[in-house]
């Protein structure tokens, strides 16, 4: 029966406790069984106090049905970046270690307000950035999952919550959840409130969610944007047009991931998709690098506090980032934001009237755990533009290894988004 419960989806498990087939104690119960069994092997947690679970159960035990939130019961994982007032918030660093905000951040907030169980706080790299924390892959403890949003992601694919939320600065959601075998969507910049959230780079940071169906995916990042039209989006009835948009990036994508992609391409098509595959226009081949620089100048910024007061107790990657992002002069962060500017102005000549953009997710499966948490080179460019963009489980790498199909749409496309990556999820099923 704990077996059964913990491979619900998050609809599923809301249906069975509102129907009275079971309570929520009965599936934070079965889900905190699986995380004492597997958390010795995959380490997604940071933080678990049964406690304080107790006491959100004993409050949604004493609402009527009619006064119930769409996420009744259902337990969530927290990514340790969002302040939880119940919960300490280390945001993957040492100086923070015990840490305990007054207040939920806004999107914990209304995920509470929608009846989840706040089940605990899963690991993150440091401040959300290349320093790896002890997760592991679920599907090879040898293997990362990916970063920054490593616990959320590897929870989810280890079956001990069906929901989790993280952020992406660059690839954070859309790279572990290709890792791990999951979906992982990360809306429309803007979308979902930060505040309480601890910023990497506040013109890049957005938040994102990781399921195991796209609609558990539309739900919860509906809830937190409070945009019900996202749960509303059917999927598409018609065929796709989708556009392979290929950048130099592309060079660096390994000969299987490339492979499973472009088989993956093939099927659409066959589906009944309109597929048109170019190489991206010119102004769009050099965002990676306007990226890096824009992140490197507000990370600088933003950890100003941390750099003049806990200098010592910061690890190499985040001091060599403040340190190149202080070396950033204003005319070069300037530069950088108008080639932004300009190919945001131009994104419709980088749809070139397609629906959605196809990319793989990662350049490849993932990398064995020493060496870091992967390379984020084909999200940099979609998160800089402020793309919605989900991931899709799609095929295997050579070790067995999950790979991921990045599916993106215009900024504020996200329900159409969502349409067309049902549509896609159910040619892949």
């Given at each position: 029966?704990?077996d059964?419960?913990?491979r619900?989806?998050?609809?599923a498990c809301a249906?069975?406790?509102?129907?009275?087939d079971i309570?929520?104690s009965d599936?934070?119960?079965?889900?905190l069984?699986?995380?004492?069994?597997?958390e010795?092997?995959?380490e997604a947690w940071q933080?678990?106090e049964?406690?304080?679970?107790?006491?959100?159960l004993?409050v949604l035990d004493?609402?009527t049905?009619?006064?119930?939130?769409?996420l009744h019961?259902?337990p969530?994982?927290?990514k340790?970046?969002?302040d939880?007032f119940?919960?300490?918030t280390?945001?993957?660093?040492?100086?923070?270690a015990?840490?305990?905000?007054?207040w939920?951040a806004a999107?914990?907030?209304?995920l509470?307000?929608?009846?989840?169980?706040i089940l605990?706080k899963?690991?993150?790299?440091?401040?959300?950035y290349?320093?790896a924390?002890?997760?592991?892959n679920?599907?090879?403890?040898t293997?990362t999952?990916?970063?920054s949003?490593s616990g959320?992601?590897?929870?989810?694919a280890?079956f001990?919550?069906?929901l989790?939320i993280?952020?992406?600065?660059v690839?954070?959601?859309?790279?572990?959840?290709?890792?791990?075998g999951?979906?992982?969507f990360?809306p429309s910049?803007g979308?979902?409130s930060l505040?309480?959230?601890?910023s990497?780079?506040?013109?890049l940071d957005t938040?994102g969610?990781?399921a195991?169906?796209?609609?558990?995916?539309?739900?919860?990042?509906?809830i937190m944007?409070?945009r019900s039209?996202?749960t509303a989006?059917?999927?598409?009835?018609d065929?796709l047009t989708?556009?392979?948009a290929?950048t130099?990036d592309?060079?660096e994508v390994?000969?299987?991931?490339m492979t499973?992609?472009?088989?993956?391409v093939?099927?659409?098509?066959s589906?009944?998709a309109?597929v048109?595959?170019t190489d991206?226009?010119?102004?769009?081949k050099p965002?990676?690098?306007?990226?890096n620089t824009?992140l490197?100048?507000e990370a600088?910024?933003?950890f100003?506090?941390?750099?003049?007061?806990?200098r010592a107790?910061l690890?190499?990657e985040?001091?060599?980032?403040i340190?190149?992002g202080n070396?950033i002069?204003?005319?070069?962060f300037?530069d950088?934001?108008?080639?932004r500017?300009g190919?945001?102005?131009?994104?419709e000549e980088?749809?070139?009237?397609?629906d959605?953009?196809?990319?793989?997710s990662?350049?490849?499966?993932?990398?064995?755990i020493?060496?870091?948490?992967?390379?984020?080179?084909?999200s940099?460019?979609?998160?800089?533009?402020g793309l919605p963009?989900i991931?899709?489980?799609?095929g295997k790498?050579?070790?067995?290894m999950?790979?991921?199909?990045?599916?993106a749409?215009?900024p504020?496309?996200d329900?159409e988004?969502?349409?067309?990556a049902?549509?896609?999820e159910?040619r892949l099923?």
């Amino acid at each position: 029966m704990v077996d059964e419960l913990v491979r619900l989806d998050a609809q599923a498990c809301a249906r069975a406790i509102l129907q009275g087939d079971i309570t929520a104690s009965d599936l934070v119960s079965a889900c905190l069984a699986h995380i004492d069994e597997r958390e010795g092997a995959v380490e997604a947690w940071q933080h678990l106090e049964r406690d304080v679970v107790d006491r959100q159960l004993s409050v949604l035990d004493t609402m009527t049905t009619d006064t119930r939130g769409p996420l009744h019961g259902v337990p969530v994982g927290i990514k340790d970046i969002y302040d939880t007032f119940d919960m300490p918030t280390a945001y993957g660093s040492e100086i923070y270690a015990g840490n305990r905000p007054p207040w939920d951040a806004a999107a914990v907030a209304r995920l509470r307000a929608a009846g989840a169980v706040i089940l605990g706080k899963t690991v993150t790299t440091e401040f959300a950035y290349w320093k790896a924390g002890k997760t592991r892959n679920p599907h090879d403890t040898t293997r990362t999952p990916g970063g920054s949003s490593s616990g959320s992601a590897a929870a989810v694919a280890d079956f001990m919550v069906p929901l989790a939320i993280g952020s992406q600065t660059v690839a954070s959601t859309v790279r572990p959840a290709s890792y791990c075998g999951v979906v992982g969507f990360k809306p429309s910049y803007g979308r979902i409130s930060l505040t309480g959230v601890k910023s990497l780079a506040s013109s890049l940071d957005t938040a994102g969610v990781f399921a195991r169906t796209v609609s558990d995916a539309a739900l919860i990042a509906s809830i937190m944007a409070g945009r019900s039209d996202w749960t509303a989006a059917a999927s598409s009835p018609d065929a796709l047009t989708v556009r392979v948009a290929r950048t130099p990036d592309w060079d660096e994508v390994t000969a299987d991931a490339m492979t499973a992609f472009e088989m993956t391409v093939s099927l659409l098509r066959s589906a009944g998709a309109d597929v048109s595959d170019t190489d991206a226009p010119g102004r769009f081949k050099p965002l990676s690098t306007v990226q890096n620089t824009i992140l490197a100048f507000e990370a600088a910024r933003e950890f100003s506090s941390e750099w003049l007061h806990h200098r010592a107790r910061l690890s190499p990657e985040i001091s060599e980032l403040i340190e190149e992002g202080n070396a950033i002069t204003p005319e070069q962060f300037e530069d950088a934001v108008t080639a932004r500017r300009g190919a945001s102005e131009a994104i419709e000549e980088l749809f070139a009237g397609a629906d959605v953009l196809l990319a793989p997710s990662t350049l490849g499966e993932a990398p064995l755990i020493e060496e870091g948490t992967g390379n984020p080179l084909m999200s940099r460019a979609w998160t800089l533009l402020g793309l919605p963009s989900i991931s899709l489980p799609c095929g295997k790498g050579p070790a067995g290894m999950p790979l991921g199909l990045q599916i993106a749409a215009r900024p504020g496309r996200d329900g159409e988004l969502i349409s067309d990556a049902k549509w896609i999820e159910a040619r892949l099923a």
